[in-house]
Each structure stands twice: as structure tokens, then as C-alpha cells.
């Protein structure tokens, strides 16, 4: 069912110096996106671009960020989570209820313009995964 490793998201509380950090220690200036804001998702963004996959940079977007949970408990940020690619948003989330998975509400528009889904941690061994559809075009 899934597809490529989209991106790996790592959560932060500052996200200017890590986006900072990650440019000049690992990356090029030109592999650091923008900061861009998604309210419907409570999270400022950057990605930077690794070349196979995407990094996927977090910070908290107003007060109901579910972000700030996280970085409640892991104070210096960390691994949030891991986002896999999907052909068919609609028939993975039918594929995961069946099997007893809990998603984690209805898909919406993620980061990149593509609908976007997760799935609890408890039922992925730990990790929260995110679904992102394939573009269509």
C-alpha cells in the first residue's frame, strides 16, 4: 500500500535556527525551503530537500498546535514522524480502519497542496505515520 518515503518531520521550537543549522551544516542554503505557515495543521514548515527524500522541519503554529504536546515531552525537539506516499488516499484509510488502525481524523490538505492523513502511533509501533497521496498530474 505504501509508496515512497516522503519525508521525515523533526519538530522544533525554534524553527529559524534549526532551518539555520540544517543549511549550513548539512545542506546548502538551496535545499532549505521558506518557512511556510499551515494553520489548518497548527505548524510553520520548512523542508529541506535531500535529494531522495525531504526533512520536513516543525514548529509550533499558534496554541492549539498538536506540536506543542511533543515538544512538551521532548523539550529539545526530535522525530515527529514519518510520512509515506499513497496512490490512494481513500482506499489506504479503508485498508487501515479494516486491519483495526486508528486515523487520526479525515484527510486534509497537507504541506505539499496533496490530501494527508495519520495514523495513531499505538497502532504503528511507536511512530506516528502520515499518508500523503500521489499527485495525480
Request: with cysteine.
Amino acid at each position: 500500500m505504501i509508496g515512497r518515503l516522503n519525508h521525515v518531520a523533526i519538530a522544533t521550537s525554534d524553527l529559524k535556527s534549526a532551518a539555520a543549522r540544517y543549511s549550513q551544516v548539512l545542506a546548502t542554503p538551496e535545499q532549505v525551503s521558506e518557512p511556510a505557515a499551515l494553520p489548518d495543521h497548527g505548524v510553520t514548515t520548512v523542508f529541506v530537500n535531500t535529494g531522495n527524500t525531504k526533512l520536513e522541519l516543525l514548529e509550533p503554529l499558534g496554541d492549539n498546535s498538536p506540536i506543542w504536546g511533543f515538544l512538551g515531552k521532548n523539550p529539545d525537539g526530535g522525530l515527529h514522524h514519518l510520512c509515506f506516499e499513497v496512490d490512494d488516499i481513500a482506499a489506504a484509510v479503508a485498508k487501515l480502519k479494516a486491519e483495526g488502525a486508528r486515523v487520526l481524523g479525515e484527510p486534509k490538505i497537507g504541506a505539499h497542496g496533496l490530501p494527508v492523513v495519520f495514523v495513531h502511533p499505538k497502532d504503528m509501533g511507536g511512530v506516528l505515520i502520515e499518508l500523503e497521496e500521489v499527485s495525480k498530474a
